[in-house]
């Protein structure tokens, strides 16, 4: 069975751009949904996965349909192909059937798998150089007097836990903290 599935954000637009395209190359099956980067489960991508079956072809658009990042595509990919199934992608002419589409396919991801190595390496190598310049990364570290006071606050009852953070600058899950610390070294 070949299997059309069509992934559009809000814009109508972009949905009937790939219906059109995915109409001329010909369906049995379409599976769309519409989603945007917020949520996070893809009925679409499971509605598909639980749908084809050995030797069906699944048809996109483009390749990037199939999910939201370069790994996230790749898996998805990877776990069709596994189930013996074919993955088309028109916009990019490639065709998992093919061993030039299985190559390309390979090509892609590697090169996506040298950049992702190369920004850890200079995310790791800039860390380094920051940590000698003696410049520390991460949260910046709490002022102690700022907690006291806030805990302080806190203990008289006047004040709400939104006041307190405007009033000493702290944020809220650090003021929670703080007072989760104090009664946890009052109660041993």
Known sequence: MRIAYVKASIDQQELFKQLEVLKKAGYEM????????????????????????????????????LGKSILDIY????????????????????????????????????????????????????????????NRSGRPLLDNEKIESALRLYDSGKWTIKDIIKMTGIGQGSLYRAIKKRNSEQNN
């Not at 028109?90 to 061993?99: C, S, Y």
């Not at 396919?105 to 190595?117: A, G, H, P, S, T």
């Open 30 to 65: 379409l599976i769309q949904e519409k989603y945007t980067s917020a949520k996070k489960s893809r009925k679409g991508i499971q509605k598909l996965m639980d749908n084809v079956r050995q030797g069906d072809t699944v048809i996109v658009e483009s390749l990037s349909r």
């Open 75 to 134: 898996n998805t990919v990877e776990e069709l192909c596994k189930m013996d199934v074919i993955v088309i992608s028109l916009k990019e002419n490639m065709d998992t059937a093919t061993p030039t589409g299985k190559a390309m396919l390979d090509v892609m991801f590697m090169i996506e798998q040298i950049e992702r190595d190369l920004i850890a390496s200079r995310v790791k190598e800039g860390k380094e150089s920051a940590k000698r310049r003696g």
